[in-house]
């Protein structure tokens, strides 16, 4: 008799517990942590023109915080869909080895957290982690666009300094030619 009502006892708790976790998730809020993510230079935000669902992307993914389960839920599922939409659409000027993986690793951790938030039964604790590992892939994949971009800026600043170079040494090799020619006429 003292077996049944330990073995009753201890199914309550397990349904008391559940009931508990059930009624937390409905209040409470996920993404607790604000996490910053870095500023677009002004010449990533010209080329991101031509490639506008990066904004769409981007204005979502800096807004997970203090979200409740379904906003959370409903987030996910937009990341999914703009990252799919992201990596198919690379502009020539970033499909990148670098750009193109990082994509990649933001659409695999915005699986994980859509996955982990749709579960029945939640743990914030690993809700929270999901959110900042892609919080943190976010935050690469903008890292990643600006260094190509500051990349390329300094590659074309290289490039127009050597014809500016060539240029003077033209400059330079054809006065020395019209010296020559007026040397050679007035001997």
Request: proline share 2%.
């Amino acid at each position: 008799m003292l077996l049944v009502a330990f073995s009753v006892s201890c199914g309550n708790s397990e349904i008391e517990e559940t009931t508990e976790q059930i009624s937390n998730t409905d209040t409470a809020l996920y993404g607790k942590k604000k996490f910053s993510f870095p500023n677009l230079t002004p010449n990533v935000k010209e080329v991101m023109e031509n490639w506008s669902v990066f904004n769409d992307f981007q204005l979502e993914a800096t807004t997970i915080h203090n979200l409740k389960l379904e906003e959370l839920k409903m987030k996910s599922a937009k990341l999914m869909s703009f990252t799919d939409s992201l990596s198919k659409s690379i502009p020539d000027t970033l499909f990148t080895d670098a750009i193109r993986s990082r994509l990649i690793i933001v659409k695999t951790r915005a699986s994980l957290l859509n996955q982990e938030a749709n579960k029945n039964s939640l743990k914030d604790s690993i809700v929270e982690i999901h959110i900042s590992e892609t919080n943190l892939a976010i935050h690469n994949l903008m890292v990643q666009l600006n260094e190509k971009i500051q990349k390329d800026a300094i590659d074309m600043q290289r490039i127009d300094n050597e014809k500016k170079e060539l240029e003077k040494q033209k400059k330079y090799l054809d006065s020395i030619y019209q010296l020559e020619l007026q040397d050679v006429q007035n001997n």
